[in-house]
């Protein structure tokens, strides 16, 4: 049993409402229903735009950026594009982004335990699965210690997200290295497009996840964001019927400020912080049969990032954004202990050097700093490593027969 409680405040409206319950907490659902039906029409700004009432036609004329690097129409995009809107995620009644992505076509997603996922496109699924590009907001969160992603630490509010974009197929010659198989980009609301928000889910499997954000002004031209999120979950039940005493927990906590100095120029700052203990059930290679014995270990993960991204508009086709942001992850457990940070720059351009040309070009930069410790299980030679990405673009969209062929 599960029961998700959503408390907004919007223009001195408060507004509760119940999902993912089961029979024991319906009444319920249906009692605050009934309470706050009235106020309910004054937060219909915070969710998204009911999608149903459109046509195929309607649907279509979506926009999307990832496929591209520029925004552009669903229909027109050249890839196998997937938009699952904020709507699309509140209706659904997910609690996590891997829990989100099954309602994608064509990503396969698999839970290892309770807090471990493996998620892939193009099949080859595994918990190291490394050909897929994971981003949110630009900022990517590929892990290469292992060649993938942790999924259970992507903390963010599932109300923040403004939608994810699931390109299926290779990306690499826009977004490079990773995007062999696909890329995922998840973006998050404009500050302006949030208030404030009190949510709160409670259950057998997910004992507690509390969620509260704060928005507003600082000037007629900054708004900004504060969020914090904890979770606490239950352990799954293994083929004997037992506790398999993988529960977990994090916290953390984040901000985003959204500025527009001048007409042209837009401005984005943004950072978070988290905290998390894992239990897990490792297999460890032995000397005797059946040569793996099982263990209890203890994860612990914690990690902070700053972003920043600065877009200058020329004309209606012409703009310039540059993007930087610093991330450190840390994670110490009986295979690993690892201390990495990531210092990544991104500049990319896109104009029109004549009518039916739409030229996109960039280059990026990015340092890796590694820092492992040998553990009891393990170690890693070199014990540091410094290396570093480089990466250059360019793509031209030429329109032969204007909106029929390009």
Known sequence: M????????SSGALVRRAARHSAGALVLGLVLLGLWSSAASATSQEASADLTHLSIEELMTLEVTSAAKQTQKLADAAAAVFVITQDDIRRSGATSIPEVLRLAPGVQVARVDANKWAITIRGFNGRYANKLLVLVDGRSIYTPIFAGVYWEIQDLLMEDIERIEVVRGPGA???????????????????????????????NQEQA??????????????????????????????????????????????????????????ITVQGGVFDATLHQNLSVPDVTPPYLRAERDTARMSGRYLQGRWEHTLSES??????????????????????????????????SPNEGHSLIWGMGYRHYQDNYQQTALGWMTPTQLDYDLLSVFVQDQISVIPQNWS
């Open 318 to 351: 012409s703009r310039w954004s540059l993007q930087l942001y610093y991330q450190n992850l840390q994670r110490q457990e009986a295979m690993v202990d690892f201390d990495i940070d990531t210092f990544d720059l991104d500049f990319q351009q896109l104009f």
């Open 2 to 9: 599960s029961l998700t409680i959503w408390v907004i405040f």
């Open 173 to 203: 010659s826009l977004w490079g290295a990773n995007a062999v198989n696909g890329v995922i980009n998840i973006l998050t609301k404009r500050a302006a497009d949030t208030k404030g928000l009190i949510s709160a889910t409670v259950g």
């Open 209 to 266: 996840t509390v969620g509260i954000r704060v928005s507003g002004q600082l000037s007629d031209k900054a708004d900004y964001r504060l969020y914090g999120k904890y979770l606490q979950q239950a352990g799954l039940i293994d083929s004997q019927g037992k506790e398999a005493e993988d529960d977990w927990r994090e916290g953390g906590g984040g901000f985003r400020l959204d500025w527009t100095p001048a007409n042209p120029d837009s």
